[in-house]
Structure formats: C-alpha cells, structure tokens
C-alpha cells in the first residue's frame, strides 16, 4: 500500500492558538487529498477535498475559516486549525488518492494526528 | 442524504471461527466499495475494495457485494486475536465526486 505521513502525530495547544497539520504522499503524486475529523467512538466524518492548486471543497457545517486548507504541491496538503477551542478536541486523518489511480480508487489513509486543545 | 449503515456490535467471535460483518447503503448508483481495519487510536487500513457484484478473496478475507440489494460484506476466516478491531465500511458514490461515505463500524472482538 501506498505511504501517507502526518506530522505531527499528536499536539496539545492552549485554546485560542493555531495549530498546522502536514499531509504528505511519499509515494506517488495526489491531485486530490481528503481532510477527516473522528471523534471518540464515532467514524470518520469528511471536513474537506482538498485540491492541488486551487481552492479546497468543505462540506456542509465545516467553516472554512476556521479549517484551513493549503495543498500546494501534489505531494503535500496542509490543514490548520485557527483559533482552536477544546470542541475542536479531535483526531484528524488526511486520505490520498493517486493521481493516476484509474478504476481503483482507493484512498490511503495517514497516521493521523490526534489534537488535545486546552 | 447518503447513508452507510452498519451493526455497531459489538461482535464476539472465538479464535478460528468465521467473523461476518455487514453493511448496506442507500445510493443505489455507487459503484466503489471498501473496508478499512481500524485499530483503536489508530487510522483506518485498507483491507479490500470491491466493485462488481460476486465474491472477493484475498487470503483470509471474502468480500461479498450485492448491488440489487444494496448489500456488501466481509467476511473472515479463521480468526485471529489480531483481528479484533472497528470494522469500516466505505462507499464511493456515483459520478464524478471522490468522496467516500463510511458507516459507523463494526466492533470484532476474537476471544483466544
């Protein structure tokens, strides 16, 4: 399976603060990377697309002001995190899907990083 | 809205018997199915993807899809502590969007 590294894998920040988390696709190029939230005991929930070279897709509910998304490169995609509240509290999972994936597109999932907001 | 429902368990197995885990969805039109291990505080590994009607093998996994009746499981043989884990179903919906829909997951717990 593909490589797909987050960094950090966990940070602890007081509330108000920003916090920045790296993507990054260590084996192929990803025009496109995905953004997911999961709180304790529930699944993953979809905050973003994120697209190489222009403006990221949020869902419905996700403020984009406050997740911001940066990919600029095919290989990294970042999120911070602004003004940060301990209901943002959450592990946060970035998803890779190749390039040149065709019919099988499966997305690779990161290590993810778990943020403790004070 | 699109859905992915799945039994939250938790599901008991013994060691060496057969674990089934199920799940269904409500886009009739998709076309991409997955199931991701997850392990606690950990994130989410493709086990397999399915996208034709039939059965799947890969070693000790079997993925069965059903698309009339919006229906795709898992199944594993001989199971092993290791195994215990959240199941999570995923689903690619129809058309263009890359976006996959994940069910709750299914807790497999594999007793020695």
């Known amino acids: 399976g593909a490589v797909v590294s987050q960094h950090p894998s966990w940070v602890i920040c007081k509330s108000g603060t920003s916090v920045k988390i790296e993507c990054r696709s260590l084996d192929f190029q990803a025009t496109t990377m995905f953004w997911y939230r999961q709180f304790p005991k529930q699944s993953l929930m979809l905050m973003a697309t994120s697209n190489e070279g222009s403006k990221a897709t949020y869902e419905q509910g996700v403020e984009k002001d406050k997740f911001l998304i940066n990919h600029a490169s095919l290989t990294l995609s970042t999120l911070t995190v602004t003004s940060a509240h301990p209901e943002d509290s959450s592990f946060y999972i970035c998803?890779?899907?190749?390039?040149?994936?065709?019919?099988?597109?499966?997305?690779?999932f990161g290590p993810g990083t778990r943020l403790t907001v004070l | 809205q699109k859905e992915v429902e799945q039994n939250s368990g938790p599901l008991s197995v013994p060691e060496g018997a057969i674990a089934s885990l199920n799940c269904t969805y409500s886009d009739r039109g998709s076309q991409s199915f997955f199931w991701y291990r997850q392990y606690s505080g950990k994130s989410p590994e493709l086990i397999m993807s399915i996208y034709s009607n039939g059965d799947k093998e890969d070693g000790r996994f079997t993925a069965q899809l059903n698309k009339a009746s919006q229906y795709v499981s898992l199944l594993i043989r001989d199971s092993q502590p290791s195994d215990s884990a959240t199941y999570l179903c995923a689903v690619k919906a129809q058309g263009g969007s890359e976006k996959l829909v994940f069910g709750k997951g299914t807790k497999l717990t594999v007793n020695p």
């Open positions: 998803s890779v899907r190749p390039s040149l994936a065709g019919p099988t597109d499966t997305q690779y």
